[in-house]
Nanobody, 119 residues
């Protein structure tokens, strides 16, 4: 069973920065993609950023130019650097790892980390 553990959330003022970490219990190089999602109270869980096994990155329009996803295969960790934070970035942020084996997709989720941006 794969375990993902997020850390780095907290309370920050608007305009500030945070770096989230997602540590995996096994080699992240074996996942097809690792993603960050977020869910604000009363809203659906939305994709924030993703990084493929080949290093290709994807971002939601709302975070482009402010957030950066990266990976350190040696540490089995994926990061989300969040700059110029806005109150609307407030949410629980979840790490998601996707593995495709013989055409079947397997999804793994972390427990989430709270990010609160004050105005």
């Amino acid at each position: 069973q794969v375990q993902l553990v997020e850390s780095g959330g907290g309370l920050v003022q608007a305009g500030g920065s945070l770096r989230l970490s997602c540590a995996a219990s096994r080699s992240i190089a074996r996942f097809n993609a690792i993603c960050w999602y977020r869910q604000a109270p009363g809203k659906q869980r939305d994709l924030v950023a993703a990084i493929s096994s080949g290093g290709r990155t994807t971002y939601a329009d709302s975070v482009k130019g402010r957030f950066t996803i990266s990976r350190d295969n040696a540490k089995n960790t994926v990061y989300l650097q969040m700059n110029s934070l806005k109150p609307e970035d407030t949410a629980v942020y979840y790490c998601n790892a996707v593995s495709v084996v013989l055409g079947r997709e397997y999804d793994y989720w972390g427990q989430g980390t709270q990010v609160t941006v004050s105005s």
